[in-house]
């Protein structure tokens, strides 16, 4: 495929849209093409310096007379300027808030460019923002004035065309993960600093968020607890900390409840637990339940939104209704006792990761998505035309 250029808005703090974005902005920079972020702070997973990787960070400015700085036209300015002066192909944005807005701003302000702008929508600007009154028009106008747009699920599309009754087709590109990066050899690492050899490791890792359950996730813990040694380890920050914490501690758990904190490198945490525990309310995918398979770590979730699709109910995880905090301790405990039932899913879960959702795979579909805007070659995995 001849190497294009592409730039990338997304939000640069811890959170899964952000993750990915910069993810498949490191992966489309790897296979040849020229990347520019265009953001309000360098990404969080951008990590060491790539040749192929530019960083344009906002500046916006304030007056008196702003109630508050007028960030979203600075942005869409500044993508505007920079599609410009770097001659980009395709502007590819991350959550529709304001992205998908600025993007048909900055394509407005540029006249008659050929830049190609694509929307990835990553879940809450769908199930949480586009639920707002106030909200779901401008939203609507993001995603009817995209060139395309893309969801990280089939659960997601289909709930955006139910809310938005909107004709236009949403390709379903699933979210991807680096099995190279998150690998189970990495499991001696740092595991017998976290617990001694004979307790279980479950782990949980989010931007603690009431739906997110964490209420739930202490919950299920509490259950395996008690019946086998077993250590919990959060990871992440947010709203919901301090009920966790207290939480733990109304139930005498502290001993045994780890708060990690906001983790930069989380594959060698990941590989280390026996379990991944995601009890939310609302997920549009569950970056965080892939991460864990690919390191060979069986998730026990909720079968909400778009998890079901990550997880195989039965083969590499279970999946039990939002708040089943019982059915999920129990089905935590069936695996966590069986040994020969554990590896069956360890090893299921590693290779669905490898074969489904190999950053390759999903990467090159973005391409041909790219490409076919472009009137061109769709690539092969490999990045050939
Ligand atoms: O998990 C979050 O709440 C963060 C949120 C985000 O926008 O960063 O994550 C959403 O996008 C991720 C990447 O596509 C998905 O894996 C998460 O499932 C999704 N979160 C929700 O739908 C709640």
């Given amino acids: 495929m001849k190497p294009l250029r592409i730039g990338i808005s997304c939000y640069p703090t811890v959170g899964g849209s ?12 790897r296979r040849g093409h020229e990347v520019h972020f265009i953001v309000t702070d360098v990404p969080f997973r951008l990590g060491t310096f790539h040749p192929n990787i530019f960083v344009h960070e906002l500046d916006t400015m304030t007056y008196p007379v702003l109630r508050t700085p007028p960030y979203d036209f600075s942005l869409a300015a500044l993508m505007a300027r920079t599609v410009r002066e770097h001659r980009l192909d395709v502007l590819h944005v991350h959550y ?29 600007d769908i199930t949480v923002l586009a639920q707002d009154d106030t909200l779901m028009d401008v939203i609507r106008l993001g995603i009817e004035k995209s060139d395309a747009v893309t969801a990280v699920s089939a659960s997601l599309a289909e709930q955006t065309h139910g809310l938005f009754h909107i004709e236009r087709p949403i390709e379903v590109i ?9 690998h189970p050899s990495l499991r001696a690492k740092v595991r017998g600093s976290l617990a001694d050899p004979d307790e279980k490791i479950l782990l949980h890792t989010s931007n603690f968020r009431a739906v997110k359950r964490i209420g739930d996730v202490v919950e299920v813990f509490a259950r395996v607890h008690e019946a086998m040694p077993s250590r919990l380890l959060l990871v992440g920050e947010g709203p919901e900390l301090g009920v966790a914490r207290e939480r733990v501690r109304s139930l005498g758990l502290e001993a045994y409840v780890e708060f990690l904190g906001k983790q930069d490198d989380v594959a060698e945490l990941f590989a280390a637990a026996d379990l991944f525990l995601l009890p939310s309310a609302k997920e549009s995918f569950g970056l965080v339940a892939l991460e864990a398979m690919a390191t060979g770590v069986p998730v026990i979730a909720s079968d909400a939104g778009g998890i079901p699709e990550v997880v195989a109910h039965g083969e590499t995880g279970f999946l039990a209704p939002v708040g089943a905090v019982g059915d999920m301790a129990e089905y935590a405990l069936h695996l966590l006792q069986d040994d020969h039932l554990y590896a069956r899913f360890s090893a299921a879960a590693r290779a669905r990761a490898e074969t489904q959702f190999a950053v390759n795979r999903q990467v090159a579909r973005y391409e041909a998505l790219y490409a076919r805007l472009r009137g061109g070659a769709a690539p092969d995995e490999a990045g050939k035309p």
């Avoid at 808030?97 to 809450?124: D, I, N, R, Y």
């Fill in 96 to 124: 529709a808030l304001p992205f998908a807005v600025c993007a048909f701003l900055a394509k407005e302000m540029l006249g008659s460019s050929p830049v190609q702008t694509v929307l990835t929508l990553h879940g809450t």
């Fill in 174 to 182: 699933h979210n991807f993960v680096d099995p190279d990066v998150f």
């Fill in 18 to 29: 952000g993750a990915v974005a910069t993810e498949l902005g490191k992966a489309l920079a």
